[in-house]
T-cell receptor
Framework: GESVGLHLPTLSVQEGDNSIINCAYSNSASDYFIWYKQESGKGPQFIIDIRSNMDKRQGQRVTVLLNKTVKHLSLQIAATQPGDSAVYFCAENMEYGNKLVFGAGTILRVKS | EAGVTQSPTHLIKTRGQQVTLRCSPI?????VYWYQQALGLGLQFLLWYDEGEERNRGNFPPRFSGRQFPNYSSELNVNALELEDSALYLC?????????????FGQGTRLTVV
């Protein structure tokens, strides 16, 4: 179903620590997933994606993990920096609908 | 290469009025998506256009409508504005309907209904 409008949870981490942002997706038929970063006053920006035939994908300082059994997605950010402070959204894409359905989002605050 | 552009960036309207928001996709992209993001909340899917046709629609009333032009640009129209329509309206484009095409977002139009 559609994502529900909810007030966003917040994750606070110390600069230099690793961050883990979690997302539960809704449709077991979804086969493509994307993480977006949205900074204040800007539109969402693509970070990393993963297809359902994979369970892990790594980028620069970011890793996405997919657990299809429990319909769970996570984004790991290594050595978190102040510039990582933003709202992070996961999105699932169902091929037949080609509609990106977004999770509620998580606010990441990095403390210096 | 220019990204997704939206206009206007900010808009103030009175309850009951009508508004038109515009989006120009990345060159070569045929799909345009519209999302509503109320302050402090997540993104809610509104509409998806591809090749000039509406392909999918979110759970919004009929007063939210739109269209896609032959050059793939798109308009979102909202009639009979209500206070709760105040939000950031985001447009995204992608290169087609095939799986694996991430959507690129514009900066959004901030609509305030008073």
């Amino acid at each position: 179903g559609e994502s529900v409008g909810l007030h966003l949870p917040t994750l606070s981490v110390q600069e230099g620590d690793n961050s883990i942002i979690n997302c539960a997706y809704s449709n077991s038929a979804s086969d493509y997933f994307i993480w977006y970063k949205q900074e204040s006053g800007k539109g969402p920006q693509f970070i990393i994606d993963i297809r359902s035939n994979m369970d892990k994908r790594q980028g620069q300082r970011v890793t996405v993990l997919l657990n299809k059994t429990v319909k769970h997605l996570s984004l790991q950010i290594a050595a978190t920096q102040p510039g990582d402070s933003a709202v992070y959204f996961c999105a699932e894409n169902m091929e037949y609908g080609n509609k990106l359905v977004f999770g509620a989002g998580t606010i990441l605050r990095v403390k210096s | 290469e220019a990204g997704v552009t939206q206009s206007p960036t900010h808009l103030i309207k009175t309850r009951g009025q009508q508004v038109t928001l515009r989006c120009s996709p990345i060159s070569g992209h045929t799909s345009v998506y519209w999302y509503q993001q109320a302050l402090g909340l997540g993104l809610q899917f509104l509409l998806w256009y591809d090749e000039g046709e509406e392909r999918n629609r979110g759970n919004f009333p009929p007063r939210f409508s739109g269209r896609q032009f032959p050059n793939y640009s798109s308009e979102l129209n909202v009639n009979a504005l209500e206070l709760e329509d105040s939000a950031l309206y985001l447009c995204a484009s992608s290169s087609g309907v095939s799986l694996g095409t991430e959507a690129f977002f514009g900066q959004g139009t901030r609509l305030t209904v008073v």
